[in-house]
């Protein structure tokens, strides 16, 4: 059996607005995130570590910011986009583990709402899925509220 490992990271700044996306979740929030789809810092970052995992690249060489047919895209499209050429090279996840950086919203909060949504999307059990939220105790920009960072890391084996 062949494992694969991959890392994801993604930053999004905050803007006026009314609600963020998080792992394609609507959260009420003072602010929203800017980006050129739709600013979610989680699946941008779960994208990634598939991509990285089976060593094609990453979200932004699928789908460049600088093309303009991606605008606002949902992300979920990208997620997709990874799992279907995942699946072609004959994978499937094992886990995945991912942590948001911000000091609000509070993560806990959602994170059983994010990894159902996870599930549907990917078809996979709530118990292979982690998500939680730490803070830079004030330092950096998200410790200033001026953003939110996503890390993510997934385990991948053949079929």
Not at 28 to 33: D, G, M, Y
């Given at each position: 059996m062949d494992f694969r490992f991959g890392n994801g990271f993604d930053v999004h700044k905050f803007g006026s607005g009314n609600f963020i996306l998080l792992c394609g979740i609507k959260i009420?929030?003072?602010?929203?995130?800017i980006?050129?789809?739709?600013?979610?810092?989680?699946?941008?970052?779960?994208?990634?570590?598939?991509?990285?995992?089976?060593?094609?690249?990453?979200?932004?060489?699928?789908?460049?910011?600088?093309?303009?047919?991606?605008?606002?895209?949902?992300?979920?499209?990208?997620?997709?986009?990874?799992?279907?050429?995942?699946?072609?090279?004959?994978?499937i996840i094992s886990n995945i583990d991912i942590t948001f950086i911000c000091e609000f919203p509070r993560i806990n909060l959602y994170s059983d709402k994010m990894?159902?949504?996870?599930?549907?999307?990917l078809g996979?059990?709530?118990?292979?899925?982690?998500?939680?939220?730490?803070?830079t105790e004030g330092l950096g920009f998200t410790g200033r509220e001026e953003g939110i960072a996503c890390l993510t890391t997934i385990g991948l084996k053949s079929t």
């Open positions: 009420p929030f003072s602010k929203s995130l980006g050129h789809s739709d600013a979610d810092v989680g699946l941008h970052s779960l994208t990634d570590a598939i991509l990285g995992a089976i060593g094609k690249g990453d979200i932004g060489t699928h789908f460049p910011p600088t093309d303009s047919k991606w605008k606002n895209k949902d992300s979920t499209f990208f997620l997709k986009h990874a799992e279907k050429i995942m699946k072609s090279q004959r994978y990894k159902t949504k996870l599930c549907s999307i996979i059990d709530s118990s292979q899925i982690s998500i939680k939220g730490t803070t």
